[in-house]
């Protein structure tokens, strides 16, 4: 019994759901490294305040002191403090964003690396049950639709709030009365801004939800085999159609998160862009009304403050808008990270120093799913001696792959253990695990790099002789060696320059490199051709020589040199011995035997 599904995403919480108060806690603590450099923009921000609020106090000077009264000095003393402040600002502003933008990035980094690695140490199950489209695009749609926020948003509310505090306190120092009116509307703004944040994290939600499964199709249906598969089965237009329906889609949910609350927001700019002609229009009432008269100097200086105030006061509620946004993108981020890691390494790992390579199967028993009526492997008690040999067999979906994926911990039992030299193979450390475990699939896979990059996959530091004298071993050498670029040939995605049996010979040198004294074949010739079979299988037995090898058979004409062969019935050992026992015992074994082999060849194979 296999997962459910390759169409799996994790669920959206509902009662579980961080609320935003603890989610933006859980953001910030990603700043929290960089404390340091933050402290220093954060003072780069204040003294940049005080550098432009004290500008149109400058303003108000000249209008008001060396103009009327025509004193010439203080007044070329005054333009040149005006413009010393507009160069101070300038280099306090590259000198911040220079410091964010790098502290940002880092943030970034860290999310990006963070997700990778505890991706890395997740189950073979939660990728069989996850499209490979949807964690890229967690990884790059997700953390880079959220880079602008990370990159700035922390300057910007320092900023902001530095400057709305700034101006607030000048203002006051003015006239308290144009003050007041002036921040009147700021809860207004504040609430409409509110508004359209939650607006449009709904809409990003879907919007990444949408490019998720257009990274999927791509990724699907534009690799060697989609594209194979869509024209060889005539349905490369119906998928150019689907493509063109969900980009349709996607281009929809664009324009809806860009227009979302745009009509608030721009009553938001109308209003204060009225705002100096309301404190003009105050201004003069209450002159006309008997109050006293305010200066020239000092309401222009005022209403240059007051467009220092709104200006940040509008980035500050665009900011808020952006941290909403971002929060749908931080909550699918989350949601890998908060993914439970089913198999980790233990607490105090055992290290293994010398590796004989003697695996015992004792009392096995393993659920892909704890609902699952029927185990799939039940009650498998085997043992394999270092240096020989157990066949596995049986039909299709009797457990076969699946046990020989309990060895090196692509699963955990669920039931009873494995052990390694009388050692659980649980309480193993990773890196002996991989030390003392090779596996060699039928699904070989290859990176898109040279020959030569494919085999250091298993050894970085192996030399060119090493490359040499596994590809030898492995009877691929003079393949290599008649390519145009030798071992330089880069293989192309899948190593689909390559056909099955030299992709699976490529695998076994890549394996005699690592050297572990544990052999796992996974049905490793089942797809190939008789010829080519015979020539992988000889690849094979020079690669098990000395080893403990334990085979996943497809054919049985490979297996009948085994030490010892088991055959799986429903997740249970039915039978075991060599291929002369179990042929004499006449129960399945030979029952699959005969099914396989022509009339009579069976009887003949036992002489």
Avoid: C
Avoid at 32 to 45: F, S
Avoid at 563 to 591: C, K, M, P, S, W
Wanted: zero cysteines; charged letters at 20%.
């Amino acid at each position: 019994m296999r997962p459910d599904g390759i169409n799996w995403t994790p669920p959206a919480r509902a009662e579980g759901e961080p609320k935003p108060p603890a989610q933006l806690r859980r953001i910030l603590a990603l700043f929290r490294p960089y404390a340091g450099r933050l402290a220093v923009v954060g003072l780069l921000v204040a003294a940049s305040a005080v550098v432009s609020v004290a500008t149109p106090f400058l303003l108000r000077a000249v209008l008001d002191t060396a103009i009327p009264q025509g004193r010439t000095g203080l007044l070329s003393l005054l333009a040149l403090g005006m413009i010393a402040a507009a160069v101070v600002n300038s280099i306090f502003n590259v000198l911040q964003t220079l410091i964010s933008t790098t502290v940002g990035q880092r943030v970034m980094h860290d999310l990006r690396t963070a997700v990778y690695t505890h991706l890395q140490r997740m189950s073979l199950a939660f990728f069989t049950r996850t499209r490979t489209g949807e964690v890229q695009s967690r990884i790059a749609n997700d953390i880079g639709g959220m880079q602008s926020t990370v990159t700035s948003t922390a300057t910007s509310l320092v900023s902001n709030v530095t400057s709305v505090i700034a101006s607030v306190v000048a203002m006051l120092a003015l006239d308290w009365r144009l003050t007041v009116v002036s921040l009147l509307l700021l809860p207004v703004f504040v609430w409409i801004s509110r508004r359209v944040g939650s607006e449009r994290k709904k809409i990003t939600g879907e919007r990444q939800k949408q490019l998720a499964a257009m990274s999927s199709a791509v990724q699907e249906s534009l690799s060697v085999s989609g594209v194979l598969l869509g024209r060889t089965m005539g349905r490369s237009d119906s998928l150019s159609k689907e493509f063109t329906e969900q980009s349709d889609e996607l281009a929809d949910l664009e324009v809806r998160s860009s227009m979302a609350g745009r009509w608030r927001m721009s009553t938001i700019g109308i209003v204060m862009a009225a705002m100096p002609a309301a404190i003009y229009w105050a201004a003069g009432l209450a002159a006309a009304g008997g109050a006293p008269i305010v200066s020239i100097g000092t309401l222009v200086a005022f209403v240059s403050l007051q467009q220092g105030l709104f200006r940040p006061t509008v980035s500050l509620l665009s900011t808020g808008v952006q941290v909403q946004t971002s929060l749908a993108l931080f909550q699918r981020i989350f949601e890998y990270l908060d993914l439970p890691v089913e198999i980790a390494e233990p607490a105090r790992p055992v290290r293994l120093e010398q590796v004989r390579g003697d695996v015992t199967f004792e009392g096995v028993e393993f659920r892909y799913n704890p609902d699952q009526p029927r185990p799939t492997l039940a009650g498998v008690d085997l043992r394999v001696p270092a240096g020989t040999s157990l066949a596995v067999v049986g039909e299709t979906g009797s457990g076969k792959t699946t046990l020989s994926y309990l060895v090196p911990r692509l699963y955990d039992v669920t039931g009873g253990r494995v052990a390694i030299d009388g050692t659980d193979v649980r309480e193993l450390s990773f890196e002996t695990l991989a030390d003392a475990v090779g596996v060699v699939s039928q699904e070989t896979y290859l990176f898109h790099a040279s020959v030569a990059d494919n085999l250091r996959f298993a050894k970085p530091d192996a030399t060119d002789a090493e490359l040499v004298a596994a590809a030898e071993a492995a009877q691929i050498h003079q393949m290599i060696a008649g390519l145009p670029d030798g071992y330089d040939t880069v293989v192309g995605e899948r190593g689909y320059r390559f056909s099955g049996g030299e992709k699976q010979r490529l695998a076994i040198a890549r394996t005699i490199l690592r050297n572990p004294p544990v052999l796992i074949l996974d049905e490793a010739t089942s797809a190939l051709d008789n010829q080519t079979e015979r020539a992988v299988q000889q690849a094979i037995d020079a690669l098990a020589v000395g080893r403990t090898t334990i085979t996943i058979a497809h054919r049985l004409s490979t297996v009948r040199g085994a030490d010892q062969i088991a055959v799986l019935d429903a997740g249970e050992v039915a039978e075991l011995g060599t291929h002369e026992e179990l042929l004499a015992l006449g129960g399945r074994y030979a029952a699959l035997l005969r099914r396989e082999l022509p009339s009579g060849a069976a009887e003949f194979a036992i002489v």
